[in-house]
């Protein structure tokens, strides 16, 4: 490991996410990680005060933007990948598995104009592809098993890994999403706590059990010793058991249908009609046999 970054978490309570801005503290440079465009499924509203908190910590901080990243296309929030590009002009990115994610949705949504060749983002990394963030090493682990498409972003001391770790007393991710698989999380898992020990880790979601206040900040060591699933799993086969009972249980996330078409886009919003707003297209039946909320 290169280097320890300075790592500032965002918590949106809406969604249970967590975004993040990683910064060299000797170049001011950094990276926003997972940031949340704000979306009211009741009104069909969109603001940006959750990209807006990241822009101004940044502004306050006299850090520079080099890179906005995603760690996957995200089923519970929208992305505000676009949104921070346009008022930042920083490259976004996310990993090149994307387009399989695309391919699958774009079959769902029956949306033959979608470009699915990940062209939406202006960089793809590929397993184990190296980026800086200012004088900080950075490299990717393709991380599937929540979707076929998610990344772990290593950078210095650090490891942004989303949905596969979450804190160690609320286990692992969900793997029934569509292109989802229990047994490639498990592969998945197994990389990352293969890091050094120390490596502090960082999810991309709480939901704080208990009520206690929301976290996500652990390390490999602690995970290792007290997760609640891996603890109880010494096998795939037993984990891949726990996970698929568990998954059976849960409902679809509210905002999976409204999300993924923005989110395998990069973050865009669709196009205006001819009178000038813009729809989300939900398709009926397309999750069919999940539980209902």
Known sequence: M???P????????????IQYV????ATKKCALIDPVLDYDEKSGSVKTENADRLLAFVAENGLSIE?????????????AAQYLKSKTGAPTAIGAQVVEV????????NWPDLAA????WDKLFTEGEAFNIGELKGRVLFSPGHTLASISYVIGDAAFIHDTLFMPDSGTA????????ASRLWNSMQQILSLPDET???TGHDYQPGGREPLWESTVAEQKATNSHISKCATEAEFVAVREARDATLPMPKLILHALQVNIRGGRLPEPEANGTAYLKIPLGALSGAVWG
């Open 200 to 202: 502090r880790l960082f």
């Open 117 to 120: 060749d990940g062209s939406q």
């Open 174 to 181: 969900r793997c029934d999403f569509p292109g989802g698989s």
């Open 6 to 17: 300075d790592v500032t978490g965002f918590y949106d309570p809406r969604t249970f996410s």
């Open 67 to 79: 890179w906005i990243l995603d760690t996957h296309p995200h089923a519970d929030h929208f992305s």
């Open 102 to 109: 695309q391919k699958l949705w774009k079959e769902i949504y």
């Open 22 to 25: 990683v910064a060299d503290p």
């Open 2 to 4: 290169t280097g320890k």
